[in-house]
């Protein structure tokens, strides 16, 4: 049971994105595309399980005064690889991320949840909420980057959606785009959940 909470926890009632407002600065920025919000979303989710398995395997011996800088260096160790990985397998995604790549290092979200939940728990409930968490990420930067595609460029994946005679609207894949559709999507979801508890 506590399983299936964590797991209804990081994807929907404490979505970063959604609920807890976390990671804001690359969710606005890299979501101009599908392609770019699933790429950085699974690169976070590949930090996040991994800096929390190793969080909570080593948590009894890091000293609370330097705890902190103990997560950032692991955390550091895990975006470092994503990058050499990216880098040479997927250089096109990587160009595209570019800077949002290394500030994985300091995404509160990583931060929080090390210090939040793997710090305190097992290895394997540490690992199921950064799976959890980074689906949670993922999903609403796809969702966030597949709107703004789609309305912006007409694609979706790369792939056209729409009749050709649709213009797209430029304001989508600009920096005010990406506050507006967070905006309509963040009231969309908080009116949902006042719909259930009126329930």
Not at 111 to 130: H, I, P, Q, Y
């Given at each position: ?6 797991i209804?926890?990081?994807i929907?009632s ?8 976390l ?9 101009t ?5 699933i ?24 000293p ?8 950032i ?9 994503v ?6 397998f ?8 570019g800077?949002?790549?290394?500030l ?16 305190k728990?097992?290895?394997?409930l540490?690992a ?8 949670g990420f993922?999903?609403?930067?796809t ?17 056209l959606?729409l009749?050709?005679s ?12 990406g506050?507006?559709?967070m905006g ?16």
């Amino acid at each position: 049971m506590k399983v299936l909470k964590i797991i209804k926890n990081g994807i929907l009632s404490e979505n970063p994105v959604f609920r807890l407002l976390l990671g804001l600065c690359p969710t606005l920025a890299v979501t101009t595309s599908a392609n770019n919000a699933i790429g950085m979303g699974l690169a976070t989710t590949f930090v996040l399980v991994m800096s929390n398995v190793i969080v909570s395997m080593i948590k009894g011996f890091i000293p609370a005064k330097v705890r902190i800088p103990a997560f950032i260096v692991v955390i550091a160790t895990f975006v470092t690889i994503v990058q050499f990985v990216m880098a040479g397998f997927l250089p096109e995604l990587n160009k595209s991320l570019g800077l949002f790549i290394p500030l994985i290092v300091v995404n509160c979200i990583i931060m929080g949840r090390a210090e939040a939940f793997a710090s305190k728990n097992n290895t394997f409930l540490a690992a199921v909420d950064g799976i959890a968490m980074g689906i949670g990420f993922t999903l609403a930067l796809t969702l966030i980057g597949g709107v703004r595609e789609i309305l912006g460029s007409n694609t979706f994946f790369g792939y056209l959606v729409l009749p050709q005679s649709y213009k797209p609207m430029l304001f989508f894949i600009l920096s005010p785009g990406g506050f507006f559709t967070m905006g309509v999507l963040l009231a969309f979801f908080n009116w949902i959940s006042s719909r259930k508890k009126e329930a």
